[in-house]
């Protein structure tokens, strides 16, 4: 993950894809500017604007003038990154995190330019707040409850964390206070990633929330989890 904050025009916050086919974008800050979304495919020397979609779902974009997540696919791309253009004030803090599980954002678009889904499938993604999941007992929606008949499913995550002073689970539940769907533990004292695509997609209850937490108090440091999947039944 990637994090930086743009201050003045043109300023930039890149990464390089590492053959990884998505990439989770947020912005957040008080600012004013056109934030321009780009790829390449030759190491940096040259750039283009990419297609990006908001997590929330709508229409695909190339720019924001406001604060958002949004998912690119990054197949074929060598690097990407946010450029300000018209920048006028305030600082835009920019979260690029790149993921190993490819999301179908090159669905067919309706006349209005929303994507839409397929087979009943519709992907969803949640990207890590700015100071990272709260570091003790305390549960963090990461997707709201479907309709009825509705399942939320994950097919990816990616957990990065600082050095902490306690070790910690990371525990994601299927509805508030429920199952247990998933855990791992983080070691205190180092920072370090876990990255794992689910071959076989954690699946929750219909019309069910699901949530994550770190189980024990991780006192200084903090835990940043991004996570992928869709919705069917």
């Given at each position: 993950?990637v994090?930086?904050?743009?201050?003045?025009?043109?300023?930039?916050?890149?990464?390089?894809?590492r053959?990884?086919?998505?990439?989770?974008?947020q912005?957040?800050?008080t600012?004013?500017?056109?934030?321009q979304?780009e790829?390449?495919?030759?190491?940096?020397n040259?750039?283009?604007t990419?297609l990006?979609?908001?997590?929330?779902?709508?229409?695909f974009?190339?720019?924001t003038t406001?604060?958002?997540?949004w998912l690119?696919?990054?197949?074929?791309l060598?690097?990407?990154?946010?450029?300000?253009?018209a920048?006028?004030s305030g600082r835009?803090?920019?979260?690029?995190d790149l993921?190993p599980t490819?999301?179908?954002?090159?669905?067919?678009?309706?006349?209005?330019?929303n994507p839409l889904?397929?087979n009943g499938?519709t992907?969803?993604s949640?990207?890590?707040?700015?100071s990272?999941?709260?570091?003790?007992?305390s549960?963090?929606t990461?997707?709201?409850?479907?309709?009825?008949?509705i399942?939320?499913y994950?097919?990816g995550?990616?957990i990065?964390h600082?050095s902490?002073?306690?070790?910690t689970?990371?525990?994601?539940?299927d509805?508030?206070?429920?199952?247990?769907?998933?855990?791992?533990k983080?070691?205190?004292g180092v920072?370090?990633?876990?990255?794992?695509?689910?071959p076989?997609?954690l699946?929750?209850?219909a019309?069910t929330l699901?949530?994550i937490?770190?189980?024990?108090a991780?006192g200084?440091?903090?835990v940043?989890?991004?996570v992928?999947?869709y919705t069917?039944?």
């Amino acid at each position: 993950m990637v994090k930086d904050e743009i201050v003045a025009n043109s300023g930039v916050v890149a990464d390089a894809v590492r053959g990884l086919p998505t990439a989770i974008i947020q912005v957040l800050g008080t600012w004013s500017a056109t934030l321009q979304f780009e790829g390449s495919v030759d190491g940096g020397n040259n750039w283009f604007t990419v297609l990006a979609v908001p997590v929330s779902g709508g229409a695909f974009v190339t720019t924001t003038t406001a604060n958002g997540n949004w998912l690119v696919q990054t197949v074929g791309l060598s690097n990407i990154r946010v450029k300000a253009t018209a920048y006028t004030s305030g600082r835009a803090s920019v979260f690029l995190d790149l993921h190993p599980t490819q999301l179908c954002l090159n669905s067919p678009i309706d006349s209005s330019g929303n994507p839409l889904t397929a087979n009943g499938l519709t992907p969803w993604s949640y990207a890590a707040a700015n100071s990272g999941i709260a570091n003790s007992n305390s549960p963090v929606t990461i997707k709201a409850a479907a309709s009825a008949g509705i399942r939320n499913y994950i097919t990816g995550l990616d957990i990065f964390h600082e050095s902490l002073t306690n070790a910690t689970e990371v525990r994601i539940r299927d509805g508030s206070g429920g199952t247990t769907l998933w855990q791992t533990k983080i070691q205190s004292g180092v920072a370090g990633r876990i990255v794992i695509n689910f071959p076989t997609p954690l699946r929750g209850t219909a019309a069910t929330l699901l949530e994550i937490l770190t189980v024990t108090a991780s006192g200084a440091g903090a835990v940043y989890v991004n996570v992928v999947g869709y919705t069917a039944p």
